[in-house]
Structures are given as structure tokens and as C-alpha cells.
């Protein structure tokens, strides 16, 4: 009377390799989750930055004089998020950000030729004009 009781080696090692094929399409189908929630951290970032841009313009009559300014957090590819006055004036500002996801983000003004210059290496971007 053999009465044994628990699991096989064979038995372990099936469920084993079922639970890893299973972590690794968990794995795998998350990775687009965490860009998309990445991306929509930065444009986030880009419309904070935007409206207190906007303040400053109500209280200055003008937006910072300040060419270039990088501002601390970096996109994807190490790119950073910049601000850049295109003109002179105080009267406009361009504000860009680097997504890592496969698609320009439509709410953004993503067209170089509506002065907004390419600051990104590669991949799409996020950006805004003076509203």
C-alpha cells in the first residue's frame, strides 16, 4: 500500500514553466501601460509648467526672458524638457517634451512649422505655445 502523499518532480516542473510563461506575457503586455503613464506624467508636467507660465505673463506682462532653459527632468532617450523663448518680446514660449511612446501626442502642437523646433533626438514629442 504505497500512500503517498504531494507532487512529482514532473507535476513541479510543469507548473513551474506554466507560472513563467504567464509572469512573461504579464511582463511584456505592462510595458506599453508604463510608457503610456510616463508620457502622460510629462505632458502633465509640460501643462503645470505651461500654466505657470501663463501666471507669470499675468503678473510680468510678459513671460521669463530666458533662452534655452532646461528644466530638470529628462525624457526617455536623456533628453530634457526644455523652455525656449522664440522671440524677444516676452510674447511667446515653447515648451517641448520628449514621449517615449510610438505616437505624437495630438493635443500638443507637435508640427515643427508652428514654431516648434524639433528638440528631441528621436521618437515623438510633446509640445506648447503660449495658450
Do not use: H, W
Not at 503645470?48 to 503678473?59: A, C, K, R, T, V
Not at 536623456?78 to 510610438?102: K, M, P, S
Request: proline share 3%; net charge negative.
Amino acid at each position: 500500500m504505497n500512500n503517498q502523499k504531494g507532487f512529482t518532480l514532473i507535476e513541479m516542473l510543469v507548473v513551474i514553466a506554466i507560472v513563467g510563461l504567464l509572469s512573461s506575457v504579464v511582463v511584456v503586455g505592462l510595458t506599453g501601460a508604463r510608457e503610456k503613464a510616463r508620457d502622460a506624467r510629462r505632458i502633465a508636467d509640460i501643462r503645470g509648467i505651461q500654466n505657470d507660465l501663463e501666471l507669470e505673463y499675468s503678473d510680468a506682462s510678459g513671460y521669463p526672458l530666458t533662452v534655452d532653459y532646461t528644466i530638470g527632468a529628462t525624457g526617455p532617450q536623456g533628453d530634457a524638457y526644455t523652455y525656449v523663448n522664440v522671440a524677444t518680446d516676452r510674447y511667446t514660449y515653447e515648451l517641448t517634451a520628449c514621449l517615449e511612446g510610438d505616437e505624437q501626442d495630438t493635443a500638443g502642437d507637435a508640427t515643427s512649422g508652428d514654431g516648434c523646433d524639433d528638440k528631441c533626438s528621436t521618437g515623438p514629442r510633446y509640445c506648447v505655445t503660449p495658450q
